[in-house]
């Protein structure tokens, strides 16, 4: 076929092309954690910009492009940046080949795409030939694992960030994962939540004193109660919302969270419910799923792994909550009978969580911006 | 339904590559050809190659900047080749995003919007300009001519008029004759615009080909078809390449029935798509075989231009899908889109001839309700109307 167009074109002397405003093609491809790309730009453009006709017959050969071609490679690439979160990926060009296009014979510039860190986002800035004729657009097309994105870039709009959905199930599963450990880590909201609900956990109460737990299993039974109630609750309203069964706005969900915090301080403060503290943390953790599936749904779920990313996040924030309960509950039970146990800790660091709690709630429910100024 | 578009972008990227290009390839030799620059006058490149150099070194430069401007829009009206266009802003860009950018440059970003068939964004910079300059002959040209595409004959013939009394005696006739003309005066605007054209001393090819191409064109759309030709051949014997001449004329011939005259006439000259699709319809008419390979271009253009997220071409593609394509559905939902845009006898014709074809007569009404307001007199509109009338 390719021999036959050959001939056909030397019959015909030259093709005769369209007129079109000018484009370039510019393909990147994601497999896994390789990143490549592919450039095709119009030949009568880079004569334009750079003069590629070095003998003046107002035709370009291809010895004439190789002649320029790291010229092409330096000015193209300088025109070009790619980045993720903000870290410049390095552009090598690999191999140069021609095209054609409805408008011509295109230089094919393939480069590879070096990043320093794992690509989940990529930011592509786009300058070519911008300066020498506005109506230029870079036509970018994103290929990712058989997902395709597309962006027409112009000089107004010459930035575009795209998202790399992550592909393969079990990378989905364990990113996700990290994220539901990292929002508990970050979360102070449900820290304290849970550590309002543990504190008493190795106290009981007797006539509006604390008294210490005998023994650790006691403990370690009233906490597991406490944790396995407000997984299950929060599991249970993370999975509805993301499945978008359950919608709740978020200024409420963030409100209702805040007051959590506060009740469940207070409760220690001056306590209204000693048993079954389980079931506070049952009702509570319903709103605190709420919660969690906004973050989930920020951060952006892949359509077809959406289980996978369901389940990831949920063992990540268990696994997060585990972490906090593995270092609280021997801390709280080998100092259960101190005095700044039961005073400073339980009583003063309640009011503490208090405090913050009603600011939280002030701040969400009125939306005063104040998490901001901090 | 964004996600259905979604698709179908998805859909135009992928299998646009597969068929309209070859993989890319290494050339076998150095000295195969791979592009063919456009072969302009030489001396005029070289010169305009200089004067560039020197805008680079100062972009400040106003007058040089809209000298470089208005050579190159004369290239790309002349070429029809919209990198010109391009070329053309980025010589202004000093300028281009000022508030109040300079009377010259208001003129060039004008005739690019024009192009670019933002018709409101260039009668905006031409009132601009006349605010400042009401004396400017250019502008009130170009502001009647603009007015006129957009079907407000009125407010054409009133800038036809102010051009008349700045003494510029042939443009200011044939602007008013084009405007009338299409406002129920035909045969006055005729007789009117052929006297001034026998009796003028002007010497200026590029107005007196435009003259002509006027008043073939009112004589095409009166039905006196042997005028028309007088006037297209006098046109075309001025030697000047004019691509609006060309696809006027063709459009012309192919209404004759004679399309083997219109393949001689464009078989070399596809570079713009409005002549490709010209050639096309003569192709198709004399069963050329070359047909399936234009229509294939044609549709590779289209898809490119729908790649840069652009339209401005409706009313050829609409023709394209009506004629060529025989997607009637898609050439009436083009057609109709085009009519909010412009408002030539054409984009009446395609609206109509479009709804027709798809078996939607009632998609035809504003178009009907305009020309019976405007009283727009063109031969090749009544049969339509007969058929839509009779539905």
């Given at each position: 076929m390719r021999i036959l167009l050959a001939i056909c074109f030397g019959l015909l002397a030259m093709p005769v092309l369209a007129h079109k405003p000018s484009d370039s093609y510019l393909s990147i491809s994601v497999q896994e954690q390789t990143v490549s790309g592919q450039w095709d730009i119009a030949l009568r453009d880079l004569d334009y910009a750079?003069?590629?006709?070095?003998?003046?017959?107002?035709r370009i050969t291809w010895g004439e492009a190789q002649q320029h071609q790291a010229q092409i490679d330096a000015y193209a690439l300088a025109h070009l940046a790619i980045s993720t979160k903000h870290q410049v990926c390095r552009l090598a060009p690999v191999n140069h080949q021609v095209d054609k296009h409805t408008d011509g014979a295109y230089a094919v510039l393939q480069f590879a795409v070096v990043c320093p860190t794992a690509v989940r986002v990529l930011s592509v800035d786009y300058r070519l030939f911008f300066d020498l004729d506005p109506s230029h657009r870079g036509l970018l097309r994103l290929q990712n694992q058989g997902q395709t994105q597309t962006a027409v870039l112009s000089p107004e709009q010459p930035m575009r960030e795209l998202q790399l959905g992550t592909r393969s199930n079990w990378r989905a599963f364990s990113e996700f994962a990290q994220e539901g450990v990292w929002h508990i880590w970050i979360g102070y909201d449900h820290i304290l939540f849970l550590i309002s609900l543990l504190l008493p956990a190795v106290l009981w109460r007797v006539d509006s004193g604390w008294q210490p737990v005998r023994q650790f299993r006691t403990a370690f039974i009233e906490v597991a109660k406490i944790v396995t109630a407000f997984t299950l609750a929060h599991s249970i309203t993370l999975s509805l919302a993301t499945l978008q069964v359950l919608n709740v706005p978020s200024r409420w969900v963030e409100s209702a969270i805040a007051a959590s915090v506060l009740l469940a301080a207070l409760n220690n403060i001056?306590?209204?419910?000693?048993?079954?503290i389980w079931l506070v943390a049952f009702g509570f953790g319903l709103i605190h799923g709420l919660g969690f599936a906004s973050v989930l749904t920020d951060l952006g779920l892949p359509g077809d792994a959406l289980a996978l990313a369901l389940v990831g996040f949920n063992l990540g924030v268990e696994a997060g909550q585990f972490a906090i309960v593995t270092v609280f509950l021997p801390l709280a039970f080998y100092l259960r009978q101190t005095w700044y146990y039961q005073r400073l800790t339980v009583g003063i660091g309640s009011w503490l969580i208090a405090v913050v709690a009603v600011f939280w709630l002030l701040d969400r429910s009125l939306d005063l911006g104040w998490a901001q100024l901090i | 339904m964004p996600r259905l578009s979604a698709i179908v972008w998805a859909i135009l990227f992928w299998v646009l590559p597969a068929i309209s290009l070859a993989a890319p390839y290494i050339p076998k030799?150095?000295?195969?050809?791979?592009e063919q620059l456009p072969v302009l006058n030489n001396q005029a490149e070289l010169e305009m190659k200089t004067l560039q150099r020197q805008l680079n070194a100062n972009p400040d430069n106003l007058s040089l900047a809209v000298g470089i401007a208005t050579r190159l829009l004369e290239t790309a009206r002349t070429e029809a080749d919209p990198r010109y266009y391009g070329y053309a802003e980025a010589a202004v860009k000093t300028w281009?995003?000022?508030?109040?950018?300079p009377v010259d440059v208001l003129m060039v970003r004008a005739t690019i919007r024009q192009h670019r068939h933002d018709f409101t964004g260039a009668l905006q910079d031409l009132q601009d300009v006349l605010a400042n300059e009401p004396r400017n002959a250019q502008a009130w040209l170009t502001q009647a001519v603009i007015q006129a595409v957009r079907g407000d004959y009125d407010a054409s013939l009133r800038s036809c008029s102010i051009l008349k009394r700045l003494g510029a005696n042939l443009p200011a006739t044939t602007c008013l004759a084009n405007a009338a003309s299409l406002s129920g005066s035909g045969q006055q605007a005729y007789q009117l615009l052929q006297e001034s054209f026998a009796n003028t001393?002007?010497?200026?090819g590029q107005i007196r080909l435009w003259t002509l191409s006027v008043l073939a064109e009112i004589a095409a759309r009166l039905g006196d078809n042997r005028n028309a030709e007088a006037h297209f051949l006098q046109a075309m014997a001025l030697q000047r390449r004019d691509v609006y001449l060309l696809s006027a004329y063709s459009d012309f011939l192919l209404e004759q029935h004679r399309p083997a005259e219109v393949v001689a006439l464009l078989k070399d000259d596809t570079r713009p798509d409005g002549l490709l699709l010209r050639l096309a319809l003569a192709e198709q008419a004399t069963g050329s075989n070359l047909l399936p390979q234009h229509i294939g271009e044609l549709q590779r253009r289209i898809d490119a231009y729908r790649l840069r997220g652009e339209n401005i071409h409706q009313r050829e593609e609409a023709r394209f899908n009506l004629a060529?394509?025989?997607q009637p559905e898609i050439a009436l939902r083009l057609a109709l889109e085009n009519w909010q845009v412009q408002h030539e006898p054409w984009d009446a014709r395609l609206v109509l001839e479009a709804a027709l074809a798809s078996g939607k007569?009632?998609?035809a009404r504003p178009v009907l309700a305009w020309l019976s307001q405007t009283k727009l007199q063109d031969r090749q509109l009544p049969p339509y109307l007969a058929k839509l009338g009779a539905q």
């Open positions: 750079l003069g590629l006709d070095d003998n003046g017959d107002n001056y306590p209204l419910v000693l048993k079954r | 030799s150095p000295d195969e050809v791979l281009w995003r000022q508030n109040q950018p001393a002007q010497t200026d060529l394509a025989k007569p009632e998609a």
